[in-house]
């Protein structure tokens, strides 16, 4: 009866620990923070919130201008040495990949500053610059309050910490926006080519 009692008491403790394992990985689906956050946003995609931004150039956009078109958004700082700097290349060689959708006013590339102390519109032509940017179709814009850029990183799921040297941890993606504004997938940052085939089969469908 001991072993019969045990048995039954490690199945229900197993049964318990399955329960809470599924619940916390989405039904076994996530294991990572990064996997459940994609998982969210395809299944309930979030209306980004229609902020105001000031580019490169010194103007001004916002999430609400660019609605009509599909974004690919990026969130970097300008003196990062790792993720940031390839990912300048990497919208720029989004820029020749979706050259006609661009040019149609069909797609925007958007990198978003969340150093924004640091990267005034001077700092971020120059980003634009090292990357091999040609200008076309490729914004590079900062939030102008404090109360904007957390609302952003938010509503992207965006992480950075201080790293203790000036500058961030901080995870790196591509996020899609949909031309009603929502949020609807999020790429691998070194994954361009992937970017461009998601937005182009949707153009075209």
């Given amino acids: 009866m001991a072993v019969l009692r045990t048995l039954l008491i490690s199945l229900v ?4 620990g399955i329960g809470v394992l599924a619940g916390a990985t989405d039904g076994f689906r996530a294991f990572t923070t990064e996997t459940a956050r994609r998982i969210a946003v395809r299944e309930h995609p979030p209306v980004v919130p229609p902020l105001l931004l000031q580019t490169a150039e010194g103007g001004r956009t916002s999430f609400a201008a660019l609605r009509g078109r599909w974004l690919l958004v990026d969130f970097i700082y300008t003196r990062c040495e790792t993720y940031c700097s390839v990912q300048g290349g990497e919208f720029a060689r ?21 150093d924004p102390a640091h990267d005034d519109p001077a700092a971020l032509a120059d980003y634009q610059r090292r990357g091999g940017g040609n200008g076309a179709g490729w914004i590079a814009a900062r939030p102008l309050n404090p109360a904007d850029l957390a609302a952003l990183m938010r509503s992207f799921g965006v992480v950075a910490v201080p790293d203790g040297l000036g500058g961030f941890v901080h995870n790196a993606a591509i996020a899609v926006v949909d031309p009603g504004g ?11 080519l992937g970017a461009a085939r998601y937005v182009t089969q949707r153009l075209t469908s």
């Fill in 182 to 192: 929502r949020l609807v997938e999020i790429l691998n940052w070194d994954d361009p």
């Fill in 13 to 16: 403790l197993l049964a318990a």
């Fill in 94 to 114: 989004l820029q020749h990949q979706l050259a006609g959708p661009i040019a149609s006013g069909k797609v925007v590339l958007l990198s978003v500053s969340f």
